[in-house]
């Protein structure tokens, strides 16, 4: 088994960091073990999350089909259409709902941190749409009934 060298895990352990956080922005310890990288595994990493960010869903729709199961696609889209017509970054007038699913986020904070977010990413469709599924796990269908 051939070993990595440390630079190469660094840019996959950033990589993986960053990916999960959606791309936000990046803590002290992040960009310091970026800046300790070569300039060949920064281009690596710089690569890599072009990628990402290029291959990332734009809307909710195509979010909640890459994280909700199969089987509650039809409700979630029914669901994504009520709350915010397809729209990442719908807000509600009268309260913190916001994103695809219309999430408080003086409520759901933490969902967005399970979902390895911040709550600032609610505009994010696959961050919106991880919370809302966190919250589906624990609770089904009936925070967003009427």
Known sequence: MRSISYPRRAALLLIAVLGLAGLGACTPEQVALFQSLSPEDQGRVVAEL???????????????EQVFPAYAHGWARGIIHRESRNNPSAQNRSSTAAGCFQLLSSLHAGRYTAAGCHVSQWADPVCNTRAAYELFKVAGTSPWRL
């Open 50 to 64: 072009q990628r990402q960010q290029a291959e990332r869903p734009r809307d909710c729709y195509t979010a909640m």
